[in-house]
């Protein structure tokens, strides 16, 4: 994989070189642009860096300016690699719920090990159905359905025994209250039960854990491939190597921080006490 910096000296140079050529050539702007079937301004900006042309574009300009067979292909394997990377480190923002649960679902089918990552919420494949409906309140009710009905398909996938999955919380997402004390404690109890399969792995960060990192949305990662990403107006999906490293990285370091086993369910225990309490009290 190239660096940003590189990918820049390969574009400046395949635009020197199809303005070489043209100079070369004897042929005014607009002559070639005539001959390739594009706009003068748009070969303009090709020529000056400020445009990608595509591999089509280039096959015509290096063909209607005389390239040499040697220069035609290594023009049009250079456009071809500067595309391929540039799809690469493209971050795609899908909006609409069941839009994301349907990527979200073909990208979970391919991986063995899924890790998710939540700040605020329980993950959405380890909700209960009174928690998703409560995280889901004010989606419009076709697009409730069609998600749920996708989430249903993913959660069967947990009962496979080759794919590995991942749960990373803070304690602030048990303790984000989506609703009455019971569907907080049906919510920990079904995290507790989950916990305990072959398959899964849980952990939470406690607020007594001394992060000293700055976390600033919660995430997935399909193996070291793909991350997915919520936020408020759509959901990323993101596949360049190096960031994906990133979140990667991210994830073992508050992993280090979490607990797990016997003391992970001491604290489900102790937050499902305390939800009871401060029902009790407001009640009282």
């Not at 642009?33 to 000056?48: C, D, F, N, V, Y």
């Not at 209607?64 to 071809?80: C, F």
């Not at 072959?198 to 939470?204: D, F, K, S, T």
């Not at 406690?206 to 700055?214: G, H, I, R, S």
Request: glycine content about 4%; overall charge positive.
């Amino acid at each position: 994989m190239t660096t940003p910096e590189q990918s820049r000296l390969a574009r400046d140079r395949l635009s020197h070189e199809l303005r070489r050529l043209r100079t070369e050539a004897k042929m005014t702007g607009t002559a070639a642009a005539r001959a390739t079937g594009m706009s003068q301004s748009k070969l303009s900006k090709i020529e000056h860096g400020m445009l990608l042309p595509s591999v089509t574009d280039v096959e015509r300009l290096v063909s209607a300016l005389g390239a040499t067979k040697l220069t035609q292909t290594e023009l049009v394997g250079l456009a071809r690699q500067l595309h391929a990377e540039a799809e690469t480190r493209r971050v795609v923002l899908h909006r609409g719920l069941h839009r994301h649960q349907n990527t979200v679902s073909r990208i979970e089918a391919k991986a063995s090990t899924i890790r998710t990552l939540q700040i605020t919420r329980v993950p959405t494949l380890v909700q209960t159905d009174d928690y998703l409906r409560a995280a889901l309140g004010d989606a419009p009710a076709h697009d409730y359905d069609s998600a749920a009905t996708t989430l249903k398909a993913r959660r069967d996938r947990m009962n496979d025994p080759t794919k590995q999955f991942i749960f990373l919380l803070t304690e602030n997402a048990l303790r984000w209250r989506m609703g009455p004390t019971e569907l907080m404690c049906e919510q920990l109890d079904h995290l507790r039960l989950l916990g305990r399969r072959r398959n899964v792995r849980l952990g939470v960060v406690p607020w007594t854990a001394e992060a000293n990192l700055v976390v600033p949305h919660g995430f997935e990662v399909y193996d070291e491939r793909v991350v997915t990403v919520s936020v408020l107006t759509g959901n990323a999906t993101i596949t360049d190597p190096p960031d994906v490293r990133e979140y990667l990285e991210l994830f073992s370091r508050l992993d280090r921080l979490a607990v797990h086993g016997q003391e992970l369910e001491d604290l489900l225990t102790r937050i499902s006490v305390e939800h009871r309490q401060l029902s009790s009290t407001r009640c009282g």
